[in-house]
């Protein structure tokens, strides 16, 4: 299942875990990313707490965690390489994976239609 924020997270839900990334619309307002901060695994975070940052040439943003949960993996690639998530943001750029502390709230996200209409 693939949900998304106003805030411009993705999320791809298996079970109780959500791989968690930015979107396309939001690599495209940011421009090449130069930096990556990744959460530690086994932080845990509230919905909306900010659980990464992303530099860009034009600009710091932080990425939201999108659900309350623990962090159970992050992707080490896009720290080395943040141009990964300029390439492949729903893809190989995936920032964290998150178990999530109660699955049904993502029904409160959006889907891709929802989010085609915020970002149209």
Do not use: R
């Amino acid at each position: 299942m693939l949900k998304f924020t106003e805030e411009h997270e993705w999320l791809k839900i298996e079970g109780d875990v959500a791989t968690v990334g930015i979107t396309n619309y939001a690599v495209d307002q940011l421009g090449d990313l130069v930096f990556v901060e990744l959460p530690e695994v086994g932080a845990t975070f509230s919905k909306n707490g900010n659980a990464a940052t992303v530099e860009s040439v034009k600009a710091a943003s932080d990425v939201y965690c999108p659900l309350d949960g623990e962090i159970t993996e992050v992707n080490p690639a896009i720290v080395a390489d943040p141009s990964l998530v300029n390439s492949d943001p729903q893809g190989a750029g995936w920032f964290f994976k998150l178990k999530l502390a109660n699955p049904a709230e993502a029904d409160g996200l959006l889907d891709e239609v929802a989010y085609k209409e915020l970002t149209a």
